[in-house]
């Protein structure tokens, strides 16, 4: 949460007991999910693959918009720099705020089908080229491994919403932490 008009402008600080991502983690996480849009977008278009590039800037079109809608609009990090890649803080920006209302199949569908295509839709259009392949997919797995280590773990240590059982890294991380 930012501070209030009234601490910004008397310089009294502003307490809050809501946790934030460490800026250093989440500058880190950027910068390699950085390269690894540099490395897809790179790769694909010196592989010549623009059917693949199309495809994969649609699925991020699609991510950007209905799923945000369908989950993060009703996530208790609406609003928030939250640990998935502040997505709670871009969801304020362009839909409202879906109170009393779960997530329901339809977006969890299209979560994993956007998540999955913009993993793969690269990887499958470099697979030609080693070099390229092998660096994609290296820096891919740093990508996912500072998600799951750092966004997934805080996610089912503080989370209250029941909706986030339905994921797999969540229920992993409450059996791992010893959460029930």
């Known amino acids: 949460m930012d501070c209030c008009a009234e601490c910004a402008t ?11 991502p460490n800026p250093l983690i989440m500058a880190l996480r950027f910068v390699a999910f ?3 849009l540099v490395a897809a977008l790179g790769g694909m278009i010196k592989e010549r693959k623009f059917k693949h590039l199309a495809f994969w800037l649609g699925t991020w079109a699609l991510f950007l918009s209905w799923p945000r809608y369908l989950i993060c609009s009703r996530c208790e990090g609406y609003g928030k720099k939250c640990y998935p890649y502040y997505l709670g803080k871009y969801t ?3 839909f409202p705020k879906v109170e009393g209302k779960e997530v329901r199949p339809l977006g969890f569908a299209l979560e994993g089908f956007c998540l999955s295509s913009m993993f ?3 990887a499958l259009a470099l697979r030609n080229n080693h070099e390229l392949f092998t660096r994609y997919m290296i820096i891919m797995q740093l990508v996912t491994i500072g998600q799951f280590f750092h966004a997934c773990r805080w996610c089912a240590a503080n989370s209250t919403q029941g909706w986030k059982n339905v994921c797999p890294a969540h229920r992993a991380w409450k059996k791992i932490l010893k959460i029930s």
């Open 120 to 122: 793969w839709t690269p």
């Open 92 to 94: 304020s920006l362009i």
């Open 10 to 20: 008397t310089g009294t600080g502003c307490e809050t007991s809501e946790p934030h």
């Open 34 to 36: 950085g390269l690894g």
